[in-house]
């Protein structure tokens, strides 16, 4: 049986922990191990991970506090690249469905490196209200990746290769990104699997304590639309980039020409830039997205 380390970054949890755990306890797939990076202020998450240590494998290190992201990346270049495992990151505050683990492995096998990702069912902070999370329609690639993330971060799961390729460019890292998206990134720029499955594999809380939310209302959409107008997603994108600059060695010849022509159509003048970005192909999963895209570019906001 394939054996998954599953990575899970904590800070100051509520009950909702216990919740998740008991879901991790519930998998149909049961050789898994948990190694925990700890970034909580007090010692009320080891209390509650001691409890299934008594009966499954559990490890808990001190996290960097540099955020998820860091706490993420921080853990996987603390995993042997050797090592033949799968990978799958896990919240603090979801609740897996049985079948998250089963479900993910069958699907990718074990050969070329391979991501998988999934809808949620996203419900509020009492697991009511459930509804399944948007469904992407266009294909996976490096082109849409650029400039959108579609692997929400609690359902990737990593094949062996896809966890060695993961753990090696982790280390050559410069800068702290957001994981998932990286992800993405490296593994449709590499040329990689990415299977995306319409069916969910979770159930994703709505409360107080995201550190990001699921952004399916108007008024989450109309949060990341002035997100980019102000500048922040191009100060996200220049992070990216930064994080991807470090493995692009990695890319295939064809993904590695493309993202230099991204990094140069950004700083471009208002004709080129507009010029360039229509030549490179780049596309969002949404007419409205793609159309946000074009705007973000007009304003000099990618």
Known sequence: ???????????????E?????????????RDWRLIVGDDSRSDAARDVLAELARSHDVQIVRGPR?????????????????????????????????DRL????????????????????????????QHLSVRHTRPPSFRN??????AAGNTILLNPAG????????HELRSTPRHD?????????????????????????????????ANITMRAKLSRLGCMLSGDWRCWIDDQCAALTASAHRFTPGNRAVFDRFKRMRDATFPARLKEL????????????????WIGAVFRRI
Do not use: K
């Open 1 to 15: 049986m394939a054996r998954v380390t599953i990575l899970m970054a904590t800070r100051d949890p509520g009950p």
């Open 17 to 29: 922990l216990r919740d998740q755990l008991e879901s991790l306890a519930a998998q149909t797939h």
């Open 66 to 98: 540099t955020g998820a992201g860091g706490n993420f990346l921080s853990l996987l270049r603390g995993i042997d690249s050797a090592q033949q495992d799968y990978i799958a990151f896990c919240d603090q505050d979801d609740v897996w469905l049985p």
């Open 102 to 129: 089963a479900r993910g492995i069958s699907s990718l096998g074990e050969g070329e490196a391979s991501l998988y990702c999934s809808r949620t069912l996203v419900c509020n902070a009492d697991l009511g209200d």
């Open 145 to 150: 990746a650029l400039v959108q993330n579609i």
């Open 163 to 170: 966890a060695e390729l993961a753990i090696s460019a982790a």
């Open 181 to 213: 998206w990286w992800l993405y990134q490296l593994f449709t720029g590499c040329g990689a699997r990415i299977f995306y499955d319409v069916e969910p594999t979770l159930l994703y809380r709505q409360h107080g304590g995201n550190a990001e939310g």
């Open 278 to 293: 229509a030549r490179l192909r780049l596309y969002r999963q949404s007419r409205a997205a793609t159309l946000a895209l």
